[in-house]
């Protein structure tokens, strides 16, 4: 089983992933070359943002890719990254959204510009909207979120049923609190996927596992990488249960 990366902009022409095919096609090749089995395609879904027929051009651009991958050995799969706004509600009311593999994971970012703490309430509160309404939140790169990572707010997603998402860029790449950041969540067994929020080959953001595991090794077992890069990505693809990695016991 390879690496599964859930979080990555893949599809082209549709947002501010890959522009065109080419571009799609370098990526995939690259993932490939680090040992990527599965992905998941996330375009930014942003409420309020949208072109009224927007959804069925994603849907359009993920087959496309999604056919253009099987050249590579990838499965590709459909996928959205919802952005945390006002207008959230409504998108998630008119079903506006790709979850993960059409499974009940919803891959979803808050604002990284706005302050978090001065927004935290209004985050819990759709968070909520997104559980009752019948979606477990997948949380986008959470390190970015914070200045100091807010641990007890981790936690409390965590025992939420959440599930937290890294980007293994910030390992290696990201600024210092990014990596700070981080080295917390797993030094804690605070996350539950690591995936790479991958744009383009022409800058950081693009899947450099075989980078990312050198960093990730410094903190993880061997069975904690796999369970990070593969098995739980792969949970989440099927609609599973993913595993808890807390230290100290399950959360």
């Known amino acids: 089983m390879g690496i599964a990366d859930i979080h990555g902009h893949y599809a082209f022409g549709i947002d501010d992933g890959a ?51 099987k050249d590579y050995g990838i499965q590709a799969l459909v996928g959205s990254e919802l952005l945390l706004n006002d207008l959230t509600y409504d998108y998630l009311k008119n079903k506006q959204f790709y979850s993960l593999n059409n499974t009940k994971y919803l891959l979803v970012e808050c604002d990284i510009n706005k302050d978090f703490e001065d927004t935290k309430q209004f985050y819990l509160d759709l968070l909520y909207e997104i559980e009752i309404s019948g979606y477990t939140p997948v949380i986008a790169h959470v390190e970015r979120y914070f200045k100091e ?46 995936a790479s929020d991958s744009h383009s080959v022409n800058n950081f ?47």
């Open 19 to 69: 522009k065109t095919i080419e571009d799609t096609k370098k990526l995939l090749k690259y993932a490939k070359e680090n040992g990527v089995s599965h992905i998941a395609m996330t375009p930014h879904i942003k409420p309020g943002k949208m072109d009224d027929d927007f959804m069925s051009e994603y849907y359009k651009a993920m087959k496309e890719t999604s056919q253009i991958a």
């Open 205 to 251: 953001r693009k899947p450099s596992f075989n980078k990312g595991i050198k960093e990730l090794s410094k903190y993880c077992s061997k069975e904690e990488i796999k369970t990070l890069l593969k098995e739980n990505p792969i949970h989440i693809l099927k609609g599973e249960k993913v595993k808890s990695l807390v230290k100290g016991g399950n959360s």
């Open 149 to 194: 990572i807010d641990l007890e707010i981790i936690k409390h997603w965590i025992h939420l049923g959440y599930v937290i998402q890294m980007n293994i860029q910030s390992l290696y790449d990201g600024s210092a609190s990014e990596k700070k950041n981080a080295i917390t969540l797993l030094k804690h067994g605070y996350v539950h996927i690591l």
